[in-house]
């Protein structure tokens, strides 16, 4: 497990890239699926890493309580033929295991994380109704597998922008399993 920051060349107000990528419900899902949600967050994970495995319960409440207003997208970049945990089907189980409602796609050929300039998992990217990038970072401040979660950063600033408030810090950095990138 390389530990890694998340950073991004996606600079604030950017617009969210497109994709075209297969969900775990075996459909072809674009960004233009989403066009009629307020909100658009799509977060990097991927099964086997040990701090999306501790934020999976957060990251369902917040689908849970925006569902409404949000649309919430997991993108799954790794390397899944070195990472068998991560393949297609594996992501299937997980979803069902853990509960997970929202859409989960496969990007098999690693040019989605590319576009986001996406680096660990989970990796949060938070749009307005504009699809215009408005949060890069942490779900909470629990940056550590054994930290207790004394702030809700992404629940504060989506409940922020369904108020049209500013969010203060556009970048507050997640922090967890580098993508795990295919061998050139």
Known sequence: MVLLESGSMLAKNAIAPD??????????HSLKDYQDYELLLIIFI??????VQAKINAINGIYNKFNDRLAMVAINSNDAINYIEDNF???????????IKFDYLFDETQE???????????????????RKLVFHGRIDN???L??????????????????NLEINDYFIPSIGCSIKWKKQ
């Open 19 to 28: 994709f075209s990528l297969i969900g775990i419900d075996n459909k072809i």
């Open 89 to 99: 089907e594996n992501m299937k189980k997980m979803a069902k295991n853990r509960n």
């Open 142 to 144: 629990a940056m550590k």
């Open 112 to 130: 989605i994380a590319k576009k986001f300039g996406a680096k660990c998992t989970p990796d949060p990217f938070l749009f307005n109704k504009h």
């Open 46 to 51: 991927c099964n086997h890493c040990p701090y």
């Open 146 to 163: 054994e930290d207790e979660v004394t702030e809700k950063t992404m629940i504060n600033n989506i409940e922020k922008l369904l108020q």
